[in-house]
């Protein structure tokens, strides 16, 4: 089993005894009106869900679990965090059981980690000031909890690094949960308040999930987005039967490579793109051409030869493709400059280029073809590794190296 299967195994079965535990615990206690119009408020905030490139989300059942654990004593803030990340997941998500316990074991641990802290420290005195400020450091260990898991499953199942995680999902996430904080506090006080009693809380949410549903919009579209252009990548491949689903398996082993590289993930997301893009100029290429299982001859080897320009004119205009439009016209240029269209060498070649050219031919070489049969993984490692330094960059083929098992 990859490290992937065994990461998602164990959070399931984290998640499975922690939804046991949890209700056995709480059980007795399930009458509190308190918990019950916590619970509720938690599962409608489940519903709007935020994603973060690489592999970060949330919702906004946050900030009911850290106003409940201002209000409630006990286990009942961790309590409201697994079951509404459970329903949330399974109804609003629609995942798999093993999923919404994943899902719920990551919301679950770190609330766990601040109703302990808490515990310990909860002052004695009822007034919203005082437990506020004991309040800091137990929302402090829940951000703690929560950002290492997060970057934990992105590390195992994608392979970023923690730095990379951080600048590009592990900030984001945290001013979200900071800002989380203050609203719950704002909720706590009108829970714990006489007048508009439970109705404030469900006024603060209301008001929350009217103002976060545009940004669960915006990270749906760039979800969108990309299947999109997979799917626009599927039907250039389709020209030929035996390429299928070449330029997503490309922009997979680009992204890891890239990774492995330690790139930035702005630069992994360009990367991405234009790995999934790095074809769509063969439209302007014939499809017997592109379908020879011969060698071509002059003329079609340079009718073969302009699709990375073509592909590169067809980005360019286009804002959200533009920038990786560079990365795919050079990602057949090789380093001792005997690549096309340009006949670039060595630094002169987007790094970004010479990892989707190494992803490409990695993928092509353990791929059937007519005239041959697809290599294994260790085989197309070796044929790259001896073009190392003449086609392929010596740092991208040291990557390649140290991913292929997980390719």
Aim: proline share 5%; glycine share 8%.
């Amino acid at each position: 089993m990859t490290r992937e299967g065994h990461y998602a195994r164990t959070m399931a079965l984290v998640g499975g005894v922690l939804l046991v535990g949890l209700s056995a615990l709480i059980v007795p206690t399930i009458l509190d009106i308190r918990i019950l119009v916590f619970l509720a408020l938690a599962i409608w905030a489940s519903w709007v869900r935020i994603t973060y490139e690489p592999a970060s989300r949330h919702t906004l059942s946050p900030v009911l679990v850290f106003a409940s654990c201002l209000i409630i004593r006990g286990l009942a803030p961790a309590f409201v965090a697994a079951f509404a990340a459970l329903i949330g997941a399974l109804v609003f998500a629609r995942r798999s059981w093993p999923e919404a316990l994943s899902e719920m074991a990551e919301e679950t641990l770190p609330a766990l980690a601040m109703v302990i802290v808490f515990g310990q420290i909860r002052p004695t005195s009822e007034q919203v000031p005082v437990r506020v400020v004991a309040f800091l450091p137990a929302l402090c260990s829940y951000f703690l909890v929560r950002v290492a898991l997060a970057a934990t499953r992105a590390r195992v199942n994608l392979g970023v690094r923690l730095a990379s995680f951080l600048d590009a999902a592990g900030w984001q996430m945290l001013a979200n949960l900071g800002g989380f904080g203050i609203e719950a506090i704002i909720l706590a006080f009108l829970a714990s308040t006489g007048g508009l009693g439970y109705l404030g809380p469900v006024l603060i949410v209301a008001a929350l999930v009217e103002f976060y549903y545009p940004y669960r919009l915006l990270s749906e579209q760039e979800h969108t987005l990309l299947t999109s252009l997979t799917m626009i990548a599927q039907a250039i491949d389709a020209k030929d039967p035996y390429t299928a689903e070449h330029s997503r398996n490309v922009s997979n082993i680009a992204v890891r490579l890239a990774r492995a590289m330690g790139l930035n993930e702005s630069e992994v997301r360009k990367i991405r793109v234009a790995a999934l893009m790095h074809d769509i100029g063969k439209i302007g290429v014939r499809g017997s051409i592109i379908r020879k299982p011969g060698k071509l001859d002059p003329q079609e080897g340079h009718a073969m030869r302009q699709h990375p320009v073509i592909s590169a004119e067809i980005m360019r205009p286009v804002e959200f493709l533009g920038e990786a439009a560079e990365i795919v016209r050079h990602h057949h240029e090789h380093i001792d400059g005997s690549g096309y269209p340009d006949g670039l060498r060595n630094g002169q070649i987007p790094l970004g280029s010479r990892v989707v050219l190494a992803a490409d031919a990695f993928d092509a070489l353990t791929t059937d073809r007519p005239y041959r049969k697809g290599r294994s993984k260790s085989e197309a490692l070796e044929v790259i590794a001896a073009h190392a330094g003449t086609q392929f960059d010596v740092a991208v083929v040291e990557a390649l190296k140290a991913i292929v098992h997980v390719l």
